[in-house]
């Protein structure tokens, strides 16, 4: 991991406000090369808002958001088209198109936005789904599949962009339990690999084996950000630590 360059994502002060509810309160921070940065804190406090608003699926009200050094011009479709591409989005609820196969729901962005022909675009998607163990799933629909087998799609499908980053918003939570274990797989997998990522996750197993930083989020703004190691350390008195425990009682709860 290198930290002396230019990080990939720079965000700058980031505002946003829905009917007069200001959800994110001059949010900043930066992403370099390698890292994983983990997202955490109570529902409501704005960590889906910033994820798309790093993407621009949400305009930020006010702030700056640079991409390797360059601000992303949120006027220009050329400036936007290139953040998607290079900045790749893993959602909560899998956005698969219902209507195509796994295997097309890969190609179609790889045909449509990188203008690759269809024969080399089918092998790269191929070889993204042989990545996360799809191999033998590329013909069937979304209805066919499985939460965790969905949610695997659509990571094949970001990571067939080639991505420099990925933002992924709490990419187990619409899975049963006994699924989740193989989305987690290949996010660790990812984590091995170098990918760069920003995510928001409750899965106690993400935050503290793979998260370089730990950012806890409190209506709308970051409190609290340090190394799992500091931040969960016993008797470290952070809220990070009394979130986690709190997300561990609860686990608990449900055995």
Known sequence: MTTDMPPILQIDNL?????????????SLRLHQGEIKV????SG???????????CLTYPD???????GRVVDRTS?????????????IFQDFNLFDHLTALNNITIPLRKVKKIGRREAEKRARLELEQVGLADKTELYPAQLSGGQK???AMARALAMDPKALLLDEPTSALDPELIGEVIAVIKNLAARGMTMLMATHQISLIATLANEILFMEQG???EQGHP???LAPGSNSKSQGFCDRLNELSDGKR
């Open 77 to 89: 479709k050329i400036s936007l088209c290139r953040l998607r591409q290079e900045v790749g989005m």
């Open 62 to 68: 006010e702030g700056e958001i640079l991409l390797d």
């Open 15 to 27: 505002y946003k406000s829905f009917d007069n509810a200001t959800i994110l309160k001059g949010v």
């Open 221 to 223: 703004s970051i409190v």
């Open 39 to 42: 997202l955490i804190g109570p």
């Open 151 to 153: 949610q695997r799609v």
């Open 229 to 231: 190691s500091v931040l």
């Open 45 to 55: 406090s704005g960590k889906s808002t910033l994820l798309q608003c790093i993407n």
